[in-house]
Every structure is written in C-alpha cells, then in structure tokens.
C-alpha cells in the first residue's frame, strides 16, 4: 500500500508517506528535506551515489539536489519529510550565503525526535507559534550537522540555462532555441547540464512545471489554474507528473494542504 499525506505550517510543509511498490521519478526541490526512516529501509540514488537509510536515519537534501526513491524490499517503508524553503532555513540560522549539508544521511537519535516532533505538531493542528519554536529548536540541532558553504555553484551558463528554462513554463520545450542562445550544441548542452545538476534538461524542466503547479494550487486552491498557467494538457497529465515526485495527486495534494 502507498500512502502519501502533506500538511503545512510555519511555512513548512510536512510529509508522512508508506510506500511498498511506488519509485519516486529522478527529481529535485527547491526546498531543503529533512527526513526520518521510522520502518524499513529508504533507498535513493543522490547525485549519482546509492543510498540506504535504516530505521532512524535521518535523511538531509539539499536544494536542487537529483534524487529518486524507493522501499529497499518488499517489506516496505514507512518516514516522515520536511520541506523547509531555503530563505526561511537561512533567516533562522541568521546565514546570508546559501548552505549545504556536507552529509546525506546521519544516525542522531535527537536530531530525528525534532524532525518527529515538528512533523506531529503540524499534522497534529498544533498552532503555528508552537511549530515555529519547534522549527528554530530543529534548526539549531541541524546547524551542527556538519553544515558547508562549500559547494559546486551554478556557472554562467547553467545558470542562465535555468533561466531560460524556468520562464517558458507554460510552452513545449524547444532545446533548439536555448542552445543556439548558448552557442552549443544540442548534445553538448544535454552533457553539460545533466554533468552539473544530475537531471537532463527535460527531467528539470517538466520538475519546474510541478513544482510551479504545487505553489499555484497552495496559492489559489484550484488545480485547474495550475493546469492552465504551468502548461500542462490538462489535469491527468499534470497528475502524471505531480503524483511522479509527491507521490499524489494534485487533487490529493490540494484537498490535504489547503
């Protein structure tokens, strides 16, 4: 049986998924995730690097990080997730530059308590002030976790890449015009980026129309407006993709959130 279940608060957004035969696509967030292995074994490929999470690890992904995931077996997998918004994770730690977890999955029985503890509160409708101190006590501990402002960024060109790609959402893709603006070929283009960021052009391309259709729906409560304004060819196909890297469906998604 899957079963994915999200629910807001404080600006996070909380996860309790179990999951025995469903694979998340390779895809990315624009959010940290933190997350807590409660039954079975969690198993993602992260930039390209296998990974197991046991019972109690906790699991940390940094912003645009490629990832996918599955139950390691046929017993199944039960965990909780956080998804907290880069700028709310750098105001709390009182950090301007960008940072990243230098480790992708750590045994810290305290650590995992506040991650269950923050999940609890916000499906639980505690109120928002308690989820915020419970959010600043969670940041506190992960600050410890063996934070780096050392990391690969974006060059030049990967950046204006991105650009291009993230502003003509609601329109088929057309490679073509992005790499004669580039000056490279088509399949240099597709090395170049799937090298930097872990996903071809297209996976990050169609992982943006998502995650502007998942702001949308927050935003306006109408998965139809997401259709229309994200470019999708209408809500089954937006529903393909969505339940691809949430695991639900848009409408799910909606109804659990809002």
Do not use: W
Not at 128 to 138: G, P, R
Not at 204 to 233: M, P, Q, S
């Amino acid at each position: 049986m899957n079963k994915f279940i999200y629910k807001k608060s404080a600006g996070v957004t909380a996860l309790s998924a179990s999951m025995t035969d469903f694979t998340y696509k390779t895809h990315s967030h624009k959010e940290y995730a933190v997350g807590v292995t409660l039954r079975g074994i969690q198993q993602y490929t992260l930039d390209g690097n296998l990974q197991l999470s046991y019972q109690n690890g906790v699991m940390l992904f940094n912003p645009e990080q490629a990832h996918d995931g599955m139950a390691h077996d046929k017993t199944g997998l039960d965990y909780v997730m956080l998804y907290i918004d880069p700028k709310l994770l750098l105001e709390i730690i009182e950090r301007k530059e960008i940072v990243r977890f230098s480790n992708p999955i750590v045994y810290d029985a305290n650590l995992a308590q506040k991650v269950i503890h923050l999940t609890q509160a916000i499906f639980s409708g505690k109120d928002e002030a308690m989820c915020s101190e419970l959010l600043l006590s969670l940041t506190e501990s992960l600050i410890q976790t063996n934070l780096s402002t050392d990391h690969r960024k974006d060059t030049v060109l990967i950046a204006k890449a991105k650009d291009m790609l993230q502003s003509n959402l609601k329109n088929v893709l057309k490679l073509e015009d992005i790499c004669h603006e580039l000056q490279l070929s088509k399949f240099q283009f597709i090395r170049l980026f799937k090298n930097h960021t872990g996903i071809s052009p297209y996976q990050y391309f169609l992982n943006c129309k998502v995650e502007r259709a998942k702001k949308v729906i927050e935003k306006t409560k109408d998965i139809y407006t997401a259709v229309a304004d994200c470019g999708f060819v209408d809500l089954p196909h937006l529903n393909k993709h969505f339940k691809s890297v949430y695991g639900t469906t848009a409408f799910e998604y909606m109804s659990q959130v809002n």
